[in-house]
């Protein structure tokens, strides 16, 4: 009997240190992975997007993450648009109230559009003469985007003349979620340089797509939602008119 606590006892006392060590390797390889993730720049070039590259961002998109990217004009930040809680965090981070201000996604092609928002012919031939390009359409929303779109039910709907975004897009197979990087209303020049986008929110997001010096003049905003087109914000790009 008096063998059988003590081999009880050691057992209990190796289950113990077992744990403790398996605990202390997990909070290693978490913390581990978190610094990754705060320090991942991720250069990827627009002529030629590397594969292995552009399914590290989807990879970090589907799981929740939040990454900054290069479009047409400015840098932008972005999550999975369909994806809640990702939304709410960016929207927490920049200060947007979605109930007062218009979300904008980007989808790949003009296919893709009449999934989340509602689109005449009219409109549709302006779009498709002027994308992919510089320009956010103001389109009302249909029910297949989540509630927190539906606030103001509209949506701002880009395709911007830029590969890298656009592969990253159709390889999601979601639209993005799409917010400039800067404070409030001011372009800073920070935001057009990959480096220094990564010295001010390398912390705050999972990753940075390192595309090249970038813009800094934003889109143009054209807001179709009532009976006549209208130029809300004149930014890069002129609007060809059908």
């Known amino acids: 009997m008096q063998i059988y606590y003590i ?3 050691l057992t209990l006392i190796f289950v113990v240190f077992f744990v403790q060590k398996e605990i202390v390797n997990l909070h290693h390889q978490i913390k581990y992975k978190f610094l990754l993730f705060e320090a991942m720049l991720i ?5 030629n997007p590397n594969q292995r590259e552009i399914d590290r961002i989807v990879k970090i998109l589907r799981e929740g993450g939040i990454i900054i990217y290069p479009t ?5 930040m972005g999550c ?5 809680r990702a939304v709410e965090q960016i929207c927490k981070f920049k200060d947007i109230n979605p109930q007062k201000a218009n979300l904008s996604i980007i989808c790949y092609d003009l296919s893709s559009i009449s999934e989340y928002a509602k ?3 009219t409109v549709f031939k302006l779009m498709k003469r002027n994308l992919p390009g510089p320009f956010t359409f103001i389109l009302n929303a249909t029910s297949n985007l989540p509630k927190i779109y539906k606030n103001r039910k509209e949506v701002g709907i880009r395709i911007p003349d830029n590969n890298i975004i656009r592969t990253i897009v159709k390889e999601l197979d979601n639209p993005i979620l799409s917010t400039s990087v800067r404070s409030k209303d001011d372009i800073l ?7 220094l986008i990564e010295e001010e929110y390398g912390d705050k997001v999972a990753a940075i797509v390192d595309g090249g010096y970038g813009n800094l003049e934003p889109s143009t905003v054209v807001d179709c939602t009532g009976d006549d087109i209208e130029i809300v914000r004149q930014g890069k790009g002129e609007l060809l008119h059908v």
């Open 72 to 76: 047409d004009t400015v840098y932008a």
């Open 80 to 84: 999975d648009a369909l994806n809640v």
């Open 189 to 195: 020049q920070y935001a057009a340089d990959p480096e």
């Open 7 to 9: 081999f009880l006892k």
């Open 119 to 121: 689109i005449n012919n």
């Open 43 to 47: 250069k990827i070039y627009e002529q």
